[in-house]
C-alpha cells in the first residue's frame, strides 16, 4: 500500500484558507538523527532491561555515587570509635564496601523506578495510538527488506521518499517543509522544500521533530501548514543563536584560555616549520608514534597471558618501546590552525532569520495551495537545542535570560508579539535524576515561567520520553564484533531501534515521535485549540 502523498505541484487543502506557518529552530537534535528504520520499534512494548542489562545502562552511577556520598560515608566512619584510628589504608576498603553497597542500593531503586515509567498505562495508551497513525502494518521484516532495497539506491531523494512509500508512513496532505542548515535530501546541500514526510532530518533516511509535530497538527488544524525548519549541529545559544537584544558578546574565561593556548601552540609550530620542519614529516613522527603505541598494547596483551617467570624478556622490549614512545611523542604537535574565531556571535541567528524571511516573501513557492488573499499567519515557534551550553558557565548561566531575548526577538522580527512559543528541554541524560539537575535543562523551564512570556510559552520535558533502553541493542551489537554472522544479524536488530549515540538520544525514532506529539499538544493548547 503506498503512502499517502502530494506531489510538488498538487494542491494540498482547499483554497481560501489561511496559510499557518511554524518555525522550527535548534541544533542537531532539530535537525534529527533518528532513522527511518528506528520506526520498528514504536509499535512494540517499552522493553524493560534485564537487572544485568540494567547494571550496564547505569555503568557511570559509581561514579555518580561516589561524588555525592563519599564524604557522607567518611564522616559516619569516623564516628565510629572502633573506625576512627584506622589509617588511610585500612579505612579505605571499608569506604569502597560501603560505595558498593550504596551503589547496589539506588541501582535497585532506580530500577524499579524504571520499570514503572517502562508500562505507564498513560504511555502506553499514547504510544499505541502514535504507533497506529506513523506505524500501521510496519513489521521488521519490511523495515530490512527497505534498508536492503535502500542500498541499491543513488540519489538522495530517492533514497528518502522510499521509506515513507514502502512502510506506507504519513506524508503531510496540508503540511508542507522548508528545511535549512543540516539537512540532506535534494540537489543543493543544506536546503530542501516538500510535503512534510520522514527524510527531513541530517540524513535523507532520518528525521527529527518536525515529523510527529507536523503531521499532528495537521490532524487537528484544517488549515494549509508550512514549517519553516533551521537547524545546525554543535551550535549554541550564547554565542552561535545569540539574539540581537542580548548584551554585546563578551569572551568567556574559557575562550580567553583556549586563544592562549593556541597562542602557545603557534608559536611552537613556527619555531618548528622555521627550524627546517615539514608537515609531512611531523605527519610520520606521528603515524610512527602511533605504530609503537599499537605493538606496545599488543604486547602487554600477550605479557599478561605470560606466567610471570617468562615475562621478564618481554617487559625488556616493552620498556625500550615506551622508551622510544616517548622520545616521538616529545617531538609530537600539531599544527594549530587557524586563530580561533571568536567573532561571529549570532551568525545563527542571522542565518535563520534570513531563511525565514526568504520562505515568507514568496510562500507559494513552498507550499502550492498558498491564496494570496488569504494570507499567512506565524502561529507558533518550536525550538530543541541545549547541548553545546552546558559546559561553560557563562553559556549555561546566561541560558534562561538569553531564551526571553530570543523568543522577544523573534516574536520582534516576525511581527507577532504574543506567538506562541514552545521550548522542547533538553533531555539527553534519559533519567529524572540529570535531566532535573541540568543547568540548561533548568534555565529553559526559567525562561518559560518568566513574567515577560506569562502564558504564551510551554516548556516540554524531554527526559520522561527518551528511550535510553535501545543502548541495549548497541551494546549487543558491539558485542557479536569478530564473529561476522552474528555482527549482522545483531547490527539489524540495532538498526530497528536506534541509530545513534545517547547525545542524539540514540537516534531512536520512537521518542521523535513522542517528542513531536508532545509539542503539538503543547502549541495547540497555547494556540487555544
Known amino acids: ?44 512494548p517499552a522493553y524493560v532491561p534485564t537487572k544485568e542489562e540494567w547494571a550496564l545502562l547505569t555503568s557511570g552511577l559509581p561514579r555518580e555515587v561516589r561524588q555525592n556520598s563519599e564524604a557522607s560515608i567518611r564522616e559516619t566512619l569516623s564516628k565510629d570509635p572502633a573506625k576512627a584510628k584506622l589509617s588511610p589504608k585500612d579505612l579505605g576498603p571499608l569506604v569502597q564496601k560501603a560505595l558498593d553497597a550504596e551503589v547496589e542500593k539506588v541501582r535497585a531503586e532506580r530500577y524499579e523506578v524504571f520499570k514503572k515509567r517502562q508500562t505507564d498505562p498513560v504511555r502506553v495508551a499514547r504510544d499505541k495510538e502514535l504507533a497506529a497513525l506513523f506505524t500501521p502494518g510496519i513489521t521488521d521484516a519490511k523495515v530490512i527488506d527497505t534498508a536492503i532495497a535502500v542500498k541499491t539506491i543513488k540519489d538522495i531523494k530517492e533514497m528518502a521518499d522510499i521509506w515513507p512509500s514502502k512502510l506506507n508512513l504519513p506524508v503531510g496532505k496540508q503540511t508542507f517543509i522548508a528545511a535549512y542548515g543540516g ?121 599478561a597471558k605470560l606466567p610471570k617467570d617468562q615475562q621478564a624478556a618481554e617487559q625488556v622490549k616493552l620498556a625500550e618501546l615506551s622508551a622510544k614512545s616517548k622520545e616521538l611523542g616529545a617531538k609530537r604537535m600539531k599544527d594549530p590552525g587557524e586563530m580561533p574565531n571568536q567573532d561571529a556571535a549570532g551568525f545563527y541567528w542571522n542565518e535563520m532569520t534570513g531563511f525565514i524571511r526568504k520562505v515568507l516573501a514568496d510562500p507559494k513557492a513552498y507550499h502550492p495551495a498558498y491564496d494570496p488573499a488569504a494570507g499567512f499567519e506565524v502561529a507558533g515557534g518550536l525550538w530543541f537545542q541545549g547541548f553545546n551550553d552546558q559546559f561553560d558557565p557563562e553559556f549555561y548561566g546566561n ?117 513531536g506529539d508532545e509539542c503539538a499538544g503543547a502549541m495547540l493548547k497555547l494556540m487555544g485549540k
Open 1 to 44: 500500500m503506498a503512502a499517502l502523498f502530494i506531489g510538488a505541484n498538487a494542491t494540498a487543502a482547499p483554497e481560501g484558507k489561511k496559510l499557518l506557518v511554524f518555525v522550527l529552530a535548534g541544533q542537531s537534535n532539530m535537525q534529527g538523527h533518528a532513522e527511518v528504520s528506528t520506526l520498528a520499534y514504536l509499535p512494540k
Open 183 to 303: 539537512v540532506n535530501r535534494a540537489a543543493e546541500p543544506g536546503l530542501a522544500s516538500g510535503p512534510l514526510s520522514t527524510g527531513y532530518g541530517a540524513r535523507p533516511t532520518a528525521f527529527g521533530p518536525e515529523y510527529a509535530f507536523g503531521i499532528l497538527l495537521e490532524k487537528h488544524l484544517d488549515q494549509p501548514i508550512l514549517i519553516i525548519k533551521t537547524a545546525w549541529g554543535g551550535k549554541s545559544l550564547h554565542y552561535d543563536f545569540r539574539p540581537p537584544s542580548a548584551v554585546p558578546y563578551q569572551q568567556t574565561a574559557n575562550e580567553k584560555q583556549q586563544l592562549e593556548n593556541w597562542k602557545i601552540r603557534k608559536a611552537k609550530w613556527d619555531e618548528y616549520i622555521a627550524g627546517g620542519g615539514t608537515p609531512a614529516a611531523m605527519a610520520q613522527i606521528e603515524r610512527d608514534w602511533k605504530d609503537i603505541e599499537n605493538e606496545k598494547q599488543k604486547l602487554q596483551s600477550a605479557i
Open 399 to 515: 541560558y534562561s535570560k538569553n531564551m526571553v531575548h530570543f523568543i522577544q526577538d523573534l516574536r520582534k522580527e516576525l511581527k507577532q508579539p504574543k506567538m506562541p512559543f514552545v521550548i522542547a528541554v533538553l533531555g539527553t541524560p534519559a533519567f529524572p535524576e540529570g535531566a532535573m539537575a541540568n543547568n540548561v535543562a533548568n534555565a529553559q523551564r526559567e525562561a518559560a515561567k518568566s513574567p515577560e512570556l506569562a502564558g504564551t510559552v510551554a516548556a516540554v520535558e524531554s527526559w520522561p520520553l527518551t528511550t535510553p533502553e535501545v543502548a541495549i541493542w548497541r551494546m549487543r551489537k558491539d558485542a557479536a564484533q569478530g564473529n561476522p554472522a552474528e555482527t549482522e544479524k545483531a547490527d539489524m536488530q540495532w538498526r530497528l531501534h536506534g541509530s545513534n549515540q545517547g547525545y542524539h538520544y540514540d537516534g531512536s525514532g520512537r521518542f521523535f515521535i513522542r517528542l
